[in-house]
């Protein structure tokens, strides 16, 4: 299992995550999705501190908000 892990700069601090980092994980199977998912947040303006990782990650929740979506479940914009 491959994650990647990036801070989403746009939603840190708004609405639910008001005081708080806005984290945004996606579980992949293999490296080459992993690959795909980094290229693609690189893309996004709001996506900073992007990395792959195989250790799933841990985040303190009084200081992070934290989205875990699997690869299969994004969205196109995502898999190109």
């Known amino acids: 299992m491959y994650y990647v892990t990036m801070t989403d700069k746009f939603m840190s601090g708004l609405g639910y995550a008001e005081g708080r980092i806005a984290k945004f994980v996606v579980e992949c199977e293999t490296y080459e999705q992993a690959e795909t998912i980094e290229r693609n947040a690189k893309k996004r303006d709001e996506m900073k501190y992007i990395n792959i990782t195989t250790k799933k990650p841990y985040y303190n929740v009084n200081r992070y908000i934290i989205t875990i ?8 914009i995502w898999k190109k």
């Open 69 to 76: 979506k699997k690869y299969d479940n994004l969205g196109n």
